[in-house]
Nanobody, 128 residues
Framework: QVQLVESGGGSVQAGGSLRLSCAAY????????MGWFRQAPGKEREGVAT???????SYADSVKGRFTISQDNAKNTLYLQMNSLKPEDTAMYSC??????????????????????WGQGTQVTVSA
C-alpha cells in the first residue's frame, strides 16, 4: 500500500555533504515510523536514523551530530541530510516505513526488523 522512492545518492569526498530524499506514495497517513538504513559490502544492514509520527527522531551513534532526518508531511517526503561524510559512510542507503506501533521506532537498528515497506536504495560513496 506504500511505495517509497529514494534519490540523492552519489559520490563525494570525505567531509562533503549529500541530501537523500524518499518520496512516499499510497496510504501514507497510516505510517507510524520511517527511517533510513544502510548496508555496506560484507556487512548487515543497519539502522541510521528514524522518525516517528510525532516527529521525534533518533540516530545511530556513528552518525549522531552529522546526519539529520526530517519529514515534509505536505510533500510526503522523508529526507536525510548527511554532513561531514566519512569513507565509512559508504553504503547503499534505503528508506523504509512501518505502520506497526511499539517501542522499536526510536531505536534505529531495532527498527530495521519492523519495516513493512522498503525503497530500492540509493548508493552513497565517500572517498578519502
Amino acid at each position: 500500500q506504500v511505495q517509497l522512492v529514494e534519490s540523492g545518492g552519489g559520490s563525494v569526498q570525505a567531509g562533503g555533504s549529500l541530501r537523500l530524499s524518499c518520496a512516499a506514495y499510497g496510504y501514507t497517513y497510516s505510517t507510524y515510523c520511517m527511517g533510513w538504513f544502510r548496508q555496506a559490502p560484507g556487512k548487515e544492514r543497519e539502522g541510521v536514523a528514524t522518525i516517528d509520527s510525532d516527529g521525534s527522531t533518533s540516530y545511530a551513534d556513528s552518525v549522531k551530530g552529522r546526519f539529520t532526518i526530517s519529514q515534509d508531511n505536505a510533500k510526503n517526503t522523508l529526507y536525510l541530510q548527511m554532513n561531514s561524510l566519512k569513507p565509512e559512510d559508504t553504503a547503499m542507503y534505503s528508506c523504509a516505513a512501518s505502520s506497526l506501533t511499539g517501542d522499536y521506532c526510536l531505536i534505529p537498528n531495532r527498527a530495521r526488523r519492523y519495516m513493512n515497506y522498503w525503497g530500492q536504495g540509493t548508493q552513497v560513496t565517500v572517498s578519502a
